[in-house]
C-alpha cells in the first residue's frame, strides 16, 4: 500500500513539474518579439529612447532601438551605428541613476 502511494506522489509531483515548466515557456513565448529583418536606418540621437535585446528564443538577437514616438527598430548588435548609440543610451541611463 505504501509503494503505491509514493508511486502516486512522485507521479503527481512529475506532472507538477512539466505543468510549470512549460507554462513558464509559454509565458516567454507570449512576451517575446522576435525580429526577422534588420533595419539600417540611422535614428538621430535626440530621438532615440531606449533599448532591449530581443528574446533568448528568437532565431536571432537583435538590439531594438524605440524612439521617443514610440517607433521600434531592429538593429544587428555588431553594427557601428548601433553600437554607438547603445553606449549613448547605457550613459544616459547612468548619468540618471541615482547614486
Not at 505504501?2 to 513565448?29: F, Y
Not at 538577437?61 to 553594427?79: A, D, G, H, L
Amino acid at each position: 500500500m505504501m509503494t503505491v502511494l509514493k508511486t502516486a506522489i512522485l507521479l503527481l509531483m512529475l506532472c507538477c513539474a512539466v505543468q510549470l515548466t512549460s507554462a513558464g515557456l509559454a509565458n516567454d513565448l507570449a512576451k517575446s518579439i522576435c525580429c526577422f529583418s534588420e533595419n539600417n536606418m540611422r535614428i538621430p540621437k535626440k530621438k532615440l529612447e531606449s533599448y532591449h535585446w530581443t528574446s533568448n528564443i528568437c532565431p536571432v538577437r537583435y538590439i531594438v532601438f524605440k524612439t521617443v514616438e514610440k517607433r521600434q527598430f531592429c538593429m544587428n548588435p555588431e553594427n557601428s551605428w548601433a553600437k554607438l548609440n547603445k553606449n549613448h543610451i547605457d550613459k544616459k541611463r547612468a548619468s540618471k541613476s541615482p547614486k
